[in-house]
Structure formats: C-alpha cells, structure tokens
Nanobody
Framework: QVHLVESGGGSVQAGGSLRLSCAASGDTFSDYCMAWFRQGPGQEREWVGTIFADGSTANYADSVKGRFTISRDNARNTLSLQMDSLKPEDGAMYYC??????????????????????WGQGTQVAVSS
C-alpha cells in the first residue's frame, strides 16, 4: 500500500507556471506507475498524464501535451507535475495516483480512474484569465 500527499497548488494567471508535487510513503515507490488526474467543478475526473515506474517513459493527454511535464525521483519518493503556459481551463483539483507493477501498469493503459489503485487527497489549481 502507498500513501500519497500532493502539494504545490495555488492561483496563477493564464500563461504562468506552477509545479505540483506528490510525496509517497509506504510501499516501494519505484514499484508503481504514477499518474496525475484532475477534476474541475461539475466535471468528470480527467486523466492528465502517466509516468512509468522507472521514469523511462511518459504519456500525456492531448489537452496538456507540450505544456505539462511529469517527472519522478525514485530516490526521494516524489512525483512532480510541471505545468507551463497555463490556461483557465486547466483550473481544477489535481490528484496524484498510483498503480503497482505487480498488478500490471503501463503509460498506455493507466489513463482511466478504473486503473488507479491509490489516490492522493488532491491539490487545488486556479488559473485566472
């Protein structure tokens, strides 16, 4: 089992940048594929991107490709989301998510909420125009 805690959310103007972090504890962090999801008010939870357990590959939703970058530091048990060129529609609650390699995970398949085993509590991002 892994426990996830997000941080770094806040308010930013459109065109600005923000960096979110997710601290993991419990099980071996490098055994998990990690992802970011987001959910705006009255909206479904939306996949943002996934990074493989060893950090070798990542996959992104079209809506954020080229603007957002996921990275991880397995030595420090942390996951990051660098968000650049932010748009008002990027405003949402952002969630860190994990799925164990023991239950099979990949950057291609870990793109829906159903594939997630563990969730963080979320961190709020607001983007003003």
């Amino acid at each position: 089992q892994v426990h996830l805690v997000e941080s770094g959310g806040g308010s930013v103007q459109a065109g600005g940048s923000l960096r979110l972090s997710c601290a993991a504890s419990g099980d071996t962090f490098s055994d998990y594929c990690m992802a970011w999801f987001r959910q705006g008010p009255g909206q479904e939870r939306e996949w943002v991107g996934t990074i493989f357990a060893d950090g070798s590959t990542a996959n992104y939703a079209d809506s954020v490709k080229g603007r957002f970058t996921i990275s991880r530091d397995n030595a420090r048990n942390t996951l990051s989301l660098q968000m650049d060129s932010l748009k008002p529609e990027d405003g949402a609650m952002y969630y860190c998510a994990a799925r164990s390699r023991r239950n099979f995970c990949s950057v291609i398949t870990m793109t829906t909420s159903e594939r997630v085993e563990y969730w963080g509590q979320g961190t709020q991002v607001a983007v003003s125009s």
